[in-house]
């Protein structure tokens, strides 16, 4: 839940869980008081309904003894009634700065609040209501947890409560695969904290609520121990990433026909120049030598300086013209079967590998697969593209793989998917761009995140 919610509770916020019957919400609460007096933060649980004896017989379920919480002075639960409550919350001196006081508590939870909606106050007195208690909430620095119930009715209409309070989680338990129901979790508002947003699966385990953030998979050990990354040169994709891209991992950028790919493409390309690798570029009708040339002109990379280090080779399947002194450095493939084209990876693009291997070069191979089906066809990808991978796996270069989904099928598109490390998917979607990671070593699949363009390197920014 903390990873939800970016660190937790901001201290001092009064949060509504809200939720049916049966969805968690006081174990929820009451975890919340028990990781409270762990950490050396004082509680209040307030109940208007249970008696202390059913909390203390529930919550055992799950290992906590409120009662020995109780006698370390950590916690204490109090059954009262609202009214009784709000007025001593009102009176100075009285009851509730009392119970604060004594347990110098830092935490409180209210079971419920729902309590002031069933009396006789009208509407408007029930507003009043709501800003006192969070008005006597904050006045005593204390960071709240505020039960409400919530009926079916109710889902789609936030209540009043949800507007004037600092945050608002809903839980939920819905019909799943129409024979099983699946528990939710939502943050809906949560003042002064970025979110991971959208609904995360939640489990009542024997330690309590256990919940599962949306977009995590399971990571690749294997890679996350013995790699190290580096910066994709985009702080929002390295955030995901934790880092960036893992030394000797493969990764796919899946993009559509409106989507401009080439700012992503020139960031990472640019960044492993920094990290003083050798770059093995297979180009694409698009993306042509000149337009390479210039990228790197525009990320502040000598192009003279890189070959004078031959740390670029280009591979070109197309005949075109190209720059100045880039010729020694253009590995033209424009007139190779497919046949002679393997060769070719063999006699001629092998050894530069193994020269650099031998001088302690690290390789990064940026690889236009929408060339090579537009060049030698599916079956091309199909029958070698693994065999590739896995050489470039073993001997640590990593390799960036652009490709249209869409356009090689799904057969295609699902075989790559799984012979990679990682997969990026960009598209556009009718005046703006987007970006999500669907697939990578630490597990994490983000949210859609929009591309803006910027004046300054590297000319994107995702948000």
């Known amino acids: 839940m903390d990873t939800v919610l970016n660190g937790g509770v901001p201290a001092g916020a009064s949060v509504v869980v809200e ?31 249970e008696l202390p ?14 009662k020995e919480l109780e006698r370390e002075g950590k916690l204490r639960v109090v059954s009262i009634s609202p009214d009784l409550l709000m007025e001593q919350m009102l009176e100075p001196g009285g009851l509730f700065e009392q119970l604060v006081a004594e347990t110098a508590a830092k935490r409180i939870v209210l079971d419920s609040i729902s309590l002031y909606r069933y009396g006789n106050l009208s509407v408007r007195e029930q507003r009043e209501t709501f800003y006192r208690l969070r008005s006597v909430l904050k006045r005593h620095g204390l960071t709240a ?29 819905k019909v799943y695969m129409e024979k099983y129901r699946m528990r939710t979790v939502e943050v809906t508002k949560m003042r002064g904290r970025p979110l991971l947003e959208g609904e995360h699966v939640y489990r009542i385990t024997g330690e309590g609520i256990h919940v599962v953030p949306a977009r995590s998979m399971v990571e690749d050990v ?8 580096v910066s994709t040169g985009l702080d929002r994709l390295d955030q995901v990433l934790d880092g960036g891209l893992a030394e000797g991992t493969v990764y796919l950028l899946d993009t559509n026909s409106k989507a ?17 690798e050798t770059v093995i570029a297979l180009l694409s009708s698009f993306n042509s030598p000149m337009e390479m040339t210039n990228m790197l002109a525009a ?27 880039l010729s020694d450095y253009i590995l033209d493939v424009s007139r190779h079967s497919n046949q002679e084209y393997r ?17 302690g070069r690290k390789f990064f191979v940026y690889y236009d697969l929408n060339t090579i089906v537009a060049e030698r066809g599916k079956e091309f990808i199909r029958n070698y593209f693994a065999e590739e991978t896995a050489w470039a796996r073993s001997m640590g270069v990593t390799v960036l793989a652009l490709c249209n989904f869409a356009e090689i099928g799904d057969e295609i598109a699902s075989y790559l998917e799984r012979t990679c490390n990682g997969v990026l998917r960009t598209w556009v ?16 699949i983000s949210e859609p995140m929009l591309v803006e363009n910027m004046e300054e390197r590297p000319f994107i920014r995702m948000v």
């Open 299 to 325: 990320h502040g990379i000598s192009l003279e300086e890189i070959i004078e280090k031959e740390r670029l080779y280009l591979v070109e399947h197309y005949r075109r013209p190209h720059p100045k002194g």
């Open 260 to 276: 401009n790919y080439k700012y992503i493409m020139g960031s990472i390309v640019a960044k492993r120049f920094e990290q003083g």
């Open 343 to 359: 060769e070719w990876l063999a006699q001629v693009l092998e050894p530069v590998f193994k020269k650099g291997f031998s001088e």
């Open 222 to 229: 294997a890679v996350l121990k013995n790699q190290k990354c």
């Open 429 to 444: 979607d009718g005046c703006y761009q987007h970006i999500q990671v669907t697939k990578a070593p630490n597990g994490k």
């Open 19 to 49: 939720g049916a019957p049966g969805t968690g919400k006081t174990t929820l609460a009451m975890q919340f008081l028990h990781q409270g007096a762990a950490v050396g933060e004082a509680g209040l649980y307030i109940t208007f309904e």
């Open 145 to 173: 947890l505020l039960i409400r119930e919530e009926s079916l009715s109710e889902e789609d209409k936030p209540a009043f409560e949800n507007y004037v309070f600092d945050g608002v989680i809903r839980l939920r338990l």
């Open 53 to 66: 004896e059913q909390l203390y017989r529930e919550m055992d379920a799950y290992g906590w003894d409120l």
